[in-house]
Each structure stands twice: as C-alpha cells, then as structure tokens.
C-alpha cells in the first residue's frame, strides 16, 4: 500500500496537486469555518459566481484569468458585503444579481475570443492535477492571509460569528472585519477554483466545517477539524483520480458529501438515544 502510494505521488504533477491540497485545505478550512458560522454562504457562493466574470474578461484582454478573478471576487465581496451590511433583505437581490452578471460577462467574454478554449473549462470543473508553480505561490500567499487573518482577529471573529449585538457594544470594528472577512473568502474562492472548479468549490468550503460542527462547539477546533478532513478528502481523491481517470475535483466533493451524511445520521441516532 505504502509502496503504491509512493508510486502515485513520484510524479511531479501530483506532488504539486497534493502541495496544492494542503495550502486550499488550510484556506477552506479557517474561512470556511467563518463562512458557516455567520449564514454567509449563499453570499459566498455570490462571490463565487461573480469572480466568472473577471475569468472571461481577463481571458480576452490576453491577460492571466486567475488576476481577473481575484479582482473580481474581492470587488464583489466588498460590494455584497457593503450591501449585507445595509439591508440583509435588499442584498439577497444584488447577491443575485451580481450571481448572474458575473456568470453572463464570463461566458459571453470568452464566447467573443477566437481560438481554443478547452482550458477555460478547468476554472468551471477544476483542474488541480494541471496546478502550476505560480499557482502554488498564490495559494500559499492566501493562506497564510487566512491564516494571519484568523491568528490576529480570532477573539473578534469569534464575538462576531456567535454575537453580533454583543460585538457592535463592545465597540468592536465589525463592519471592517466582516468586509476583511469577505475579501479572505473571494481570494480563498479563487485559489480553490483550481481544484474542485467554481461550481463545486463552496461545497469544499462549507462541508467539512458541516461535518465539523456535528462533533465541535469551540470554533478553534471547528477550524482544526475542517482543516484535516480537507487534506483527508482531497489526499483520497487524488489517489483515486489517479487510479480511475477520472476528475478529482468531483471525487473530492462526492467524498466529502457521503461523510457528512454519515455524520449527520450519526448525530441523530445519538441524540435520539440520548432522549
């Protein structure tokens, strides 16, 4: 087992992959813990959805689609953000709407570019076995953001996701750190895209702090718990990417679905006893 696994990753490619899993597992796991714990995630998944967008029209400006992204994912952010912050009804519209234009620009932006465009499909499906040296060092930047992010702000960000009110009299600075916050998940959302793709990656960022919280009260190990069953979801579907030819990106959402399911019915069964 352990001679076939060494085989596996001898590749170059795969040693990059899971170097790749373990830098998005840290990001997802620290921010995604965030993102569930605030009821953030359709907004999240907004983010997401927009930064498609920035793909397109970096793509035809003949620039990289990871700086388009990037810009506008954070845009995005600091705009729904802004919105949330104002009127929590009113913004469900423009996460909505933003969904839609980010979506619509993207397409319509690379429909107009001439020439071969198989390897755009990669930001909408994933392509984590095709990750690059310069993706490794943006995925790395990001998650030591989150996780300085986290290390600095951890008192606040705990006032915050379990007690809003509370952190608005104790005079904390919310508004500024939830836009922060936002901007962590647009960056976090865009790096991720390199291994599950824009339509699965807010499952890799909310099922393994879901799973967590089945088992953990204490944010701090909320964040630990998501951080390894992400390294456990993707070392696994790696591996049986590799073996089956498959996409990994699919695999390692498919995977972490049927834990949480697991999970769930665990927990019921236990409180059902307990009662």
Request: charged fraction near 10%; glycine fraction near 8%.
């Amino acid at each position: 087992m352990i001679e076939e696994l060494a085989s596996i990753f001898s590749y170059e490619f795969m040693c990059n992959a899971l170097i790749a899993s373990f830098w998005i597992s840290l990001a997802t796991g620290i921010i995604g813990t965030l993102v569930v714990l605030n009821r953030i995630v359709s907004l999240s998944g907004g983010i997401a959805h927009a930064a498609y967008g920035g793909v397109g029209l970096a793509y035809y400006f003949g620039q990289d689609p990871m700086i388009g992204a990037l810009l506008f994912s954070t845009t995005s952010a600091l705009v729904m953000g802004a919105a949330q912050r104002k009127s929590k009804s009113g913004a469900d519209t423009l996460i909505g709407v933003m969904w839609s234009i980010g979506m619509a620009v993207g397409i319509i932006f690379i429909s107009l570019t001439p020439g071969y465009k198989a390897n755009l499909m990669s930001y909408l499906f994933g392509s984590i076995l095709a990750v690059s040296r310069s993706d490794l060092v943006l995925m790395t930047v990001v998650a030591f953001l989150v996780l300085g992010f986290a290390f600095f702000f951890y008192r606040s960000l705990l006032a915050i996701s379990y007690d809003e009110t509370f952190s608005t009299v104790r005079n904390l600075p919310v508004t500024l750190i939830y836009l922060t916050m936002l901007v962590l998940v647009g960056l976090t959302v865009v790096v991720a895209m390199r291994m599950v793709g824009l339509i699965l990656v807010i499952a890799l960022l909310t099922i393994p702090p879901a799973i967590s919280l089945n088992f953990f009260k204490d944010m701090r190990w909320i964040m630990i718990s998501s951080f390894l069953l992400s390294i456990f979801f993707c070392f696994v579907g790696l591996v049986v990417s590799f073996q089956t030819n498959v996409q990994a990106g699919p695999v390692i959402i498919l995977l972490a679905s049927v834990v949480f399911l697991v999970s769930h019915v665990l927990r019921r069964i236990h409180l059902y006893r307990k009662a």
